[in-house]
Nanobody, 124 residues
Framework: QVQLVESGGGLVQAGGSLRLSCAAS????????MGWFRQAPGKEREFVAG????????YYTDSVKGRFTISRDNAKNTVYLQMNSLKPEDTAVYYC?????????????????WGQGTQVTVSS
């Protein structure tokens, strides 16, 4: 069983930055690929960014490329999402998720464990 706890959300003005963290309570954190998803009101949950077990591979949805950076610290069992140049359309609840499936994983059903989410609100 993997427990994930997100933190770092909040209210920020457009153009600002936030750093989300996701702490995992599992002994074998380095065996899980991790992802960040988001869900805006009235919309489906969507993929934002993913990172491989080692951190060597990262991938992003087009709308955040060049603005968001995903990283991980396996010694701390934590994955991060650095969000810069935030826009009002980035407003959503952000979730981290874990999977042991190999390769690029962007669908929600490909992830087995989820955090409770953290709210990010970007004002214009």
């Amino acid at each position: 069983q993997v427990q994930l706890v997100e933190s770092g959300g909040g209210l920020v003005q457009a153009g600002g930055s936030l750093r989300l963290s996701c702490a995992a309570s599992v002994r074998t954190f380095s065996s899980y690929a991790m992802g960040w998803f988001r869900q805006a009101p009235g919309k489906e949950r969507e993929f934002v960014a993913g990172i491989s077990w080692s951190g060597g591979n990262t991938y992003y949805t087009d709308s955040v490329k060049g603005r968001f950076t995903i990283s991980r610290d396996n010694a701390k069992n934590t994955v991060y999402l650095q969000m810069n140049s935030l826009k009002p359309e980035d407003t959503a609840v952000y979730y981290c998720a874990a999977t042991q499936r190999e390769g690029l994983r962007i669908a929600t059903y490909e992830y087995d464990y989820w955090g409770q989410g953290t709210q990010v609100t970007v004002s214009s």
